[in-house]
């Protein structure tokens, strides 16, 4: 996060590989002063020394052409590498997507969540993808909405054509709902929306 930061996580790597680096110049911004380009190089680099300064320093120059130069603020929202999520970020992918979330609602939770997060809108459409195909058991829509159904438990009930042996009709409800209504047998409320989300699927 920072220039020292950098240069010290260098030098320290070089230092393992038994190398020295040393830093060669700095670039500073016109508006803020603060370092945004740093070149870094190998100690033997740069032209030979003299005798007089070989015998004040002891470093016997070798023109190394070895240079690495490390840039601030790079935007790094356009390599796909860093822009993967976490476990725990394609977890609430899921879940915001099954509360009918779009991809940008969910991007800005995420980024809430995880302030580092590089990820794009289009990432999360195709984690959706992802996760919908990993879901998607059955050829038909039905036999989808069925199997999901199933694996979160829902309670539901199905009716076949006789004649066709095709699934005709679904009722289902959550499992929270049923524990309400057991609890409370005299009170029953239905939402049209699953009507219509019915007529969608099928």
Not at 18 to 35: E, N
Not at 85 to 93: A, I, K, L, S
């Amino acid at each position: 996060m920072s220039e020292e930061a950098l240069v010290g996580w260098v030098k320290s790597i070089a230092l393992d590989n038994g190398y020295i680096v040393v830093k060669r110049r700095t670039k500073k911004s016109k508006t803020t002063g603060s370092v945004i380009k740093v070149w870094l190089m190998c100690d033997r680099g740069g032209e030979h020394n003299r005798i007089a300064i070989l015998r004040r320093s002891g470093i016997k120059k070798n023109s190394c052409p070895f240079q690495l130069i490390g840039l601030y603020n790079e935007n790094l929202e356009g390599h796909p590498y860093v822009r993967g999520f976490t476990q725990e970020e394609e977890d609430m992918v899921e879940n915001l997507t099954e509360r009918h979330m779009d991809p940008r609602n969910i991007l800005s939770s995420i980024k809430k969540h995880n302030p580092a997060n590089v990820s794009i809108s289009r990432d999360v459409y195709n984690l959706q993808q992802k996760i919908k195909n990993k879901k998607k058991f059955g050829d038909t829509p039905m036999q989808v909405l069925e199997n999901v159904l199933h694996s979160q438990r829902y309670v539901y009930y199905t009716r076949d054509d006789i004649e066709t042996n095709v699934m005709e009709d679904i009722f289902f409800y959550h499992p929270k709902s049923y524990c309400w209504w057991r609890a409370f047998p005299h009170i029953l409320m239905m939402d049209a929306v699953y009507f219509h989300l019915f007529k969608l699927l099928a």
